[in-house]
């Protein structure tokens, strides 16, 4: 006799946190042996529903069904046991302990007071066998790339039965050949029975990798059925409620000076990067590509004074640069955009106005040191609008209060202000939702129009295909190529990253 083919459903799935409900009688079906492909903005509630599937959230209403047993809550502990697992984002492996190690953490084999290592290894290499790869089980996860220790993470769950996994946003930190390689071991788990929630920002991974798509908007379904019966349009109009649009680079920039406004002269940095040579021209976007740990954002670093130089030179406007901090940077009309928006950007416990003003406070002062209300309310007046910044429409309003999209917007708008010549921006829209992605690539499509030199450091190759004139590709450091407009394509980046 056989067993029935798993399935996860939730049924009439309702959640408030702090009077304001932010699920409005969902459903859910996840049968084994498919993936679905879990879609939405941010604050859609697409995070509240996998972890009230996860035990993390207890419902206000509805239920959790697993395999024809109806569960008015899970907890954790329990959801386990059902064979529910879900891998985050930001992986929460031991980085010091052996791959074997993290594979069985929490249930490691003992005889007596002893650990069995033995076993510990020899469930290790079966499981990775199961899932067709080869790593060195000894080798402390910390030593290993992100792709592989996410390998770790599903080996982990897999050890431990599960029967439905949910991965949230697998891809974000992967290069092109990583994320192929992830999606076969994902072809090998629905090969094997296993219920896949697949959540992702990335529209193109849905029609490569899902059988099934649900869309949530403002906590509700707006689109649910077969992936192949729906265009990108159709799920970004689902998610977003409204054609947005998508923003194209133009065949040519639309006027390009000759002069580079910001050089790389095989410029060094001990450890970081070398021998970099680069320009990024007056109107043009310049893609820097590469994996996590190839020197993209250590490149940007260097060029906003965070980074000093081992050897080489940076030339601004044809003229070397002393690029000692970043107000050396500042004072030479460069703005960063740092990829830890958050930590490294943005004050969110200060409002929009004072956030837009901050590198121009100077400027604004009136007499003594006092900063000028009315400036920053121009200041805000100016950039909220161009900028399409959603918010309260109201200066005193708090960054931290704005969606990350929004909040990437005023840190673009601040550089504005200072009218800067050349712009960094370290991963611009990681964490950002799609809706919002596009709204910020028309914004620095914009800026290019009007003459700033833009450079962009991103490990997703998405982002260079659609946004950049130019891309300069790095691994391990160095240059590996530069390719114009019309070469850049995913399989060309993926090629000449190295995987």
């Known amino acids: 006799m056989t067993s029935a083919p798993f399935l996860l459903q939730a049924r009439g799935i309702r959640k408030a946190f702090g009077g304001v409900e932010v699920l409005h009688g969902v459903d859910l079906d996840a049968p084994g042996g498919s993936v679905l492909a879990l879609l939405g903005e941010n604050g859609a509630g697409k995070s509240t529903l996998v972890k009230i599937v996860a035990g993390d959230y ?7 069904i697993v395999g024809g047993a109806s569960h008015a809550a899970l907890t954790p502990l329990s959801a386990r046991e059902h064979g529910i697992r879900m891998i985050f984002q930001e992986l929460a492996d031991a980085p010091t302990l052996t791959v074997a190690e993290n594979i069985s ?8 007071p002893f650990v069995r290592w033995d076993e510990i290894r020899r469930r290790a290499r079966e499981v990775l066998d199961q899932l067709g790869v080869e790593l060195d089980v000894d080798a402390p996860v910390g030593t290993l790339p992100v792709g592989e220790r996410q390998i770790v993470e599903i080996a982990r769950a897999l050890s431990d039965r599960a029967r439905c996994l949910i ?50 908007r ?9 992936a192949g019966d729906f265009g990108r349009a159709d799920l970004v109009a689902a998610m977003v409620g409204r054609d947005i649009g998508e923003v194209r680079r133009p065949a040519a920039p639309a006027s390009v000076s000759p002069a580079p406004v910001l050089r ?43 980074r000093p130089l081992s050897r080489g030179a940076i030339e601004i406007a044809g003229r070397r640069a002393k690029l000692r901090d970043p107000a050396d940077a500042i004072a030479a009309g460069i703005g960063l955009l740092p990829a830890d928006r958050q930590r490294e950007g943005a004050f969110l416990v200060r409002s929009v106005a004072e956030n837009l003003a901050a590198p121009s406070w100077w400027s604004m002062r009136t007499k003594g040191l006092f900063i000028s209300d009315a400036r920053e309310a121009s200041a805000y007046g100016r950039w909220h609008e161009a900028l399409r910044i959603r918010s309260r429409n109201d200066p005193a309003q708090l960054l931290g209060t704005l969606s990350g999209g929004n909040q990437q917007k005023v840190l673009l708008g601040r550089w504005l202000e200072r009218r800067s010549r050349v712009l960094l921006l370290i ?15 028309r914004a620095i499509r914009e800026l290019a129009a009007g003459g ?41 980046l993926t090629e000449e990253v190295g995987g």
């Open 58 to 64: 207890q419902p206000d209403q509805g239920e959790v």
């Open 105 to 112: 953490l929490g249930r490691w084999p003992t005889r007596g």
């Open 167 to 216: 991965l949230d946003e697998p891809t974000a930190a992967l290069s092109a050949q990583e994320t192929e390689r992830l999606f076969g071991f994902v072809r090998r788990l629905r090969e094997q029975g296993t219920a896949l929630i697949y959540i992702t920002h990335r529209l193109d991974e849905v029609a490569e990798i899902a059988d099934r798509v649900a869309v949530l």
């Open 218 to 226: 403002d906590g509700g379904v707006a689109l649910e059925g077969p």
């Open 264 to 306: 790389f002269d095989r410029a060094s940095v001990d450890g970081a990067f070398d021998d970099v040579a680069l320009d990024v021209r007056p109107g043009e976007v310049v893609a820097l590509y590469g994996k996590l740990g190839s020197g993209i954002a250590e490149v940007a670093e260097a060029a906003f004074g965070l």
């Open 427 to 441: 991963e611009p829209t990681r964490g950002v939702d799609v809706g919002a992605r596009q709204e910020i690539y």
């Open 452 to 492: 700033v030199g833009v450079l962009v450091a991103t490990s997703d190759y998405e982002e260079v295909v659609q946004l950049a004139d130019r891309a300069i590709v790095m691994a391990r450091g160095r240059v590996a190529a530069e390719l114009e407009a019309d070469q850049i394509t995913t399989q060309r």
